[in-house]
């Protein structure tokens, strides 16, 4: 089946290009004379993104003792980071609602991308990854291009989701010989046609294949890592019953990040006690924005 990737990005990026409150965050993340306030002004300007943003810092998950009412004193309290993480979770899922998709739900779709995000970050910190932040981003959006590739052609996707049979290598494998292309290509000529760091592109275009992407390997590799860690604990886009093991991951990726398998017992640890409530507040307040 002949598909043109080019095409298909200049297409989708007209429909899903990201909003002008995310844009402007980043610009002011890579400001290094911006302040907080600046952050929080942007924020502000979105009085969706702000209640979104303010029910999820007033939740249990985060468990403060006196209320927070504005999004400069959710910065003061939870800081710049978690509140980064926050409002790209939020924007992400409400940019991509624009995509019709009817192979998956919003609710299984971006669980597994939060869970993938968080899960990639924590690796970034063992791997002493400088910006952490920036692997949590391209873990959330590691599989964009699914939606993408399920919107537009619904019936060559179903019938590579049949092909692969709960098996996401299968699926990566069964896309490029139906497409000629994968949901990790359109993810990252997505990120691409969004001007967003060539690191980042690299990462999400290259997260089942970590050693094609040359200096980039480790971040591509975390996110690979991430994402088999999220199926391994059952927080999956496409498979019902994983049945995963460590031993699974390719040799190579181990070798790229320099980890032991025991880290991956300490995540499972911090996944039972952390991973799993920061998902249950995050994807009510991520999929309340989307519209499906």
Known sequence: MDKNLE???AEFTQLVSPPDTWVKINEVLSDRNATTSDMAEIIQLDPGLTASILKIVNSAYYNLRAGVDTVTRAIAVIGTNDLYS????????ETFSRVPCHLTSPEIFWQHSIGTGILAKKLAG???VLNTERLYVAGLLHDIGSLVLYSRFPEESSEALMIANGDEEVLYGAENDIFGFNHAM??????????????????VGFHHEPVQAGKDSIDAAIVC???HVANMYGVSAFMEDANLNPADLNPEIWE????????LDELMEDYEDNLASAIAVMLPATVARTGY
Request: net charge negative; hydrophobic share 55%.
């Open 186 to 203: 359109v993810s990252a000529g997505l990120l691409k046609m969004w001007r967003m760091p060539d690191t980042l592109v690299s990462a």
């Open 126 to 128: 063992k791997c002493s």
């Open 256 to 263: 790229i990040t320099q980890l032991e398998e025991d880290v």
């Open 7 to 9: 095409e298909l990005i």
């Open 86 to 93: 926050l409002a790209t979770a939020i924007t992400a899922a």
């Open 225 to 227: 890592m991430a994402n």
